[in-house]
């Protein structure tokens, strides 16, 4: 009685090492006695449940903010994007033509900025999140754009909104023409004419003088045509003295 009370009873399932529970199959098996009768136990999968509050998340890229173009275009651009310390061996990197510092902490790779479409980007990706639709490229930023180089050692951008504080850029307020901005990859920049009018009446002489004879002898400006906006201009700061500048660096020049 004993005997057959004993084969009666279910078989023990054992866990030690030799047990195998990892799929239907074993998962009524014993480690050493017989496959445990009846159907396979169901295995049931957690599937998330949708939250309607949650919405993916949508990256539309450095640079979007002046067009989808220059998003575009920004891609590799971004991707090189290094932060830096400003520390005196990143300063020797600089000097070594390893780095280019495009504004303070961001760097790229010399590599990168070999056309004025690259640099214009550049710009635009070092200044991330900040960087709004209404931001053009000027001034020193500029002529940059157009000449290469070393890039300057403060950014300048005009805005026809409002005047701001961004890291390592100089914002300033301006009414613009179209006639004043010309699209480079996507990127608004002034026209070297504009330009060569800003460094005039904004820049230092020792940086304005080197860029302005640049901008001539490149082909990209005509000294009559920033003449020409100079005496059309009436009650704008710094323009006597832009005047007295441009005699100076530009006058034999000027027909």
Known sequence: MERLLARDRPPVLS???????SSPRTAG?????????????????????????????????????????????????????????????TRVLIAEGQLARILPGRYLPPDLLRSAVQRALALGCAMGAALQSHHVIAGPSA???????????????????????????????SRLRSADIETVGGAPVTVPARTAVDLLRFAPLSVAAPLLHRLVDSGHLRPEEVQRRLQRMHRHPGVRAARDRFAAVLGDAAP
């Open 143 to 173: 002529a940059w754009v157009v000449l290469g180089g070393p890039p300057p050692a403060s950014a300048e951008m005009l805005s026809t909104a409002h005047r701001g504080e961004l890291a390592g850029v100089t914002l300033r307020h």
């Open 29 to 89: 098996r014993g480690a050493e006695g017989p496959p445990a009768t009846g159907p396979p136990p169901r295995i049931i999968t957690p599937r998330p449940v949708p939250d309607p509050e949650v919405r993916p998340v949508t990256s539309i890229g450095l640079c979007a903010a002046w067009s989808r173009h220059a998003a575009e275009l920004a891609v590799p651009i971004g991707a090189a994007l290094q932060r830096w310390e400003e520390t005196p061996p």
């Open 15 to 21: 866990l030690g090492a030799s047990s195998v529970l």
